[in-house]
């Protein structure tokens, strides 16, 4: 029995669960929208392309605010001496990459959804 315990479970990536939130929040937005008389799934549409792009956003300012170009007019502007790195770099890309991922996914579904 302890042997089945200890067996690794799959995870679901973490833009997939921030695409799942969003849409469990753009459903209710659509319902309550729909109650005021504009279609359900115009509503949906409009608002999956709006988190799309606000999430692509997101992730390429985390991107390019971590840049050494940012980071030197940083250094540059406030006198500071920190130094830049790669992995720091790195870091913000994977964080970049989960709000990128998750716009991704909601532009897919948004233009899957218009076909409808």
């Known amino acids: 029995m302890r042997a089945l315990a200890n067996v690794d479970r799959f995870k679901l ?3 997939v669960i921030h695409a799942i939130r969003l849409n469990l929040l753009d459903f209710a937005i659509s319902i309550a929208v ?25 992730g390429g300012s985390m991107d390019l605010t971590s840049s050494l170009f940012l980071h030197r007019v940083r250094q540059y502007l406030s006198h500071s001496e920190d130094e830049w790195s790669e992995e720091k770099h790195r870091n913000a890309q994977r964080q970049g990459l989960t709000y990128a991922g998750a716009g991704a996914l909601l532009l897919a579904e948004s233009l899957l959804l218009s076909l409808v």
């Open 34 to 58: 729909q109650i005021l008389s504009m279609p359900f799934f115009g509503s949906l549409v409009y608002l999956l392309m709006l988190e799309a792009a606000l999430l692509f956003l997101a």
């Open 13 to 15: 990536p973490k833009f």
